[in-house]
């Protein structure tokens, strides 16, 4: 859906903007590899999380300076998160992480450089549900003025949000940036 609306609105895209979607692996062999050693969990998620640098990051993105948008969604996200850092276009690329507010991600997410942009939204399902997600951008430096308007737009935007609604993970985010003095 993604590529016929390029290709209808935008064609001089198209080449740019092509999605690509790394290899997945059958629910069986993810099942036995995480309830694995960790020997085996590299030799089934090693090349999952791998797949992208290894095979779409040297044909299409090097390039351009790097993937515009990656969206990192799907088995050992933790792991495509780190990978995903050396393959983002430095210049305002898009990194969207799916169920940001799982604890194990914490460590990954802590690797994002405090000068990049955050956003992230809870989504609330009953009273023991959430989700969020999350979107940061790349900025190409810490002085970027782009980025530094950008930022307190940002902030003003997430104020007028509910206290519920704002993530977790923007939260995080601006604290280091804070602790930078970022913002």
């Known amino acids: 859906q993604v590529l016929s609306l390029i290709q209808t609105t935008l064609p001089h895209l198209e080449e740019r903007w092509y999605p690509h979607f790394g290899e997945t692996k059958s629910d069986k062999e993810c099942s036995q590899a995480e309830s694995g050693t960790w020997e085996q969990k590299d030799v089934v998620f090693g090349e999952y999380v791998r797949y992208a640098k290894k095979n779409l990051y040297e044909q299409y993105a090097r390039s351009n300076n790097g993937f515009d948008l990656i969206n990192v969604d799907g088995r050992f996200r933790e792991y495509c998160l780190v990978e995903a850092l050396d393959m983002i276009n430095p210049n305002y690329g898009i990194l969207l992480l799916d169920n940001a507010e799982r604890g194990w991600f914490k460590a990954s997410v802590d690797k994002i450089p405090s000068h990049w942009l955050p956003v992230s939204f809870q ?7 959430h989700s969020e997600t999350a979107i940061w951008m790349a900025c190409p430096t810490k002085e970027d003025v782009h980025c530094a308007r950008a930022r307190n737009e940002i902030k003003q935007m997430m ?18 940036a804070r602790i930078e003095n970022l913002v």
């Open 123 to 129: 989504y609330h399902w009953g009273e023991n549900f």
């Open 159 to 176: 104020e007028q949000l509910p206290p519920h609604a704002a993530g977790v993970r923007y939260k995080d985010h601006m604290r280091r």
